[in-house]
């Protein structure tokens, strides 16, 4: 398969084809994903959450991430690999910035990175792209910032919300960067930023006038424990599914029902 490029998703973004991303953190679902078409692959630093058990996404390291981005890298034969930078690694300045992302870059194979911000991130993003390096910029609710925001809370809400919306939408595209990830904001703020952009929006949580979709996979396929967010349409229940195979397999065990003659060696 021919492999999606970053000139894919504004060409996507001008034919007005949706583009489909989702979260991956290991080999396997890579791969599956990959099989199935999805355009875009994530490793999100929702690892944090989701591979590491951490409430937050704040104590993730570069470190933690890189070797699940390898890989996810690894596997995608034809999906877009996007690296997301941590908390920690970006925000200091464009230097800290550029080399994070150029260790992604070096050491993942990944084919561009992400980091979240508008306005407050537009010199690293300026920077990174300078290097060679295509960003996918994130707005809106931004994770690692859940404290200065006060907690999960919508973005992009009323006309002084959807002006900063726009505002920082604006500032990445002037940046540089490929795309923009619209994360938990109303669905007309997310329509309006999407008509004055070139490049594509993402919407996670910001409703269908996006040009692209991505949901965090554990959440899309039931796997996560626990609260999902309401924009979240859940397509298996492989956590289910896994527990009533652990039950069984247990249960077989116990009752010696496995292993069956069929299992053995001669
Ligand atoms: O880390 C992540 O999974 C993300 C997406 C939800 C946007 O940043
Ligand atoms: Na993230």
Redesign the pocket.
């Known amino acids: 398969p021919k492999r999606v490029r970053t000139r894919h998703f504004l060409q996507a973004k001008r034919d007005g084809h949706p583009i489909v991303g989702l979260t991956s953190y290991d080999f396997l679902s890579a791969q599956i994903f990959d099989r199935a078409g999805i355009d875009f692959l ?1 490793v ?3 690892a944090g959450n989701t591979v590491f058990g951490y409430d937050s ?1 704040l104590p993730v390291t570069v470190d933690e991430l890189i070797p699940l981005t390898r890989a996810v890298a690894r596997a995608a034969k034809r999906a877009l690999v996007v690296a ?1 930078l941590p908390f920690g690694s970006y925000e200091t300045n464009p230097r800290e910035a550029v080399h994070s992302a150029i260790r992604f870059m070096k050491e993942t194979g990944a084919h561009a990175v ?1 980091l ?1 911000g508008g306005e407050r991130s537009a010199e690293q993003i300026r920077h990174i792209v300078e290097a060679g390096i295509p960003v996918m910029a ?1 707005i809106g609710f931004t ?2 910032s859940e404290h200065g925001l006060g907690g999960h809370v919508i973005q992009g809400r009323g006309e002084a919300g959807a002006e900063q919306l726009l505002r920082d939408a604006r500032a990445v595209e002037a940046a540089g960067a490929f795309a923009v990830v619209l994360e938990m904001v109303p669905s007309a703020a997310a329509k309006a930023v999407t008509e004055a952009l070139s490049i594509p929006t993402i919407s996670v949580g910001a409703g269908p006038d996006c040009d692209g979709q991505l949901l965090v996979w554990t959440d899309w396929a039931g796997f996560t424990t626990g609260r999902i967010p309401r924009f979240v349409k859940q397509y298996a229940q492989i956590g289910q599914a896994l527990e009533a195979a652990a039950i069984a397999f247990r249960e077989d065990v116990e009752s010696g029902a496995y292993p069956a003659p069929e299992h053995e060696y001669e």
Request: proline residues 9%; glycine residues 10%.
């Open positions: 994530l999100g630093d929702s996404t997301d992400k979240e994130h994770p690692q």
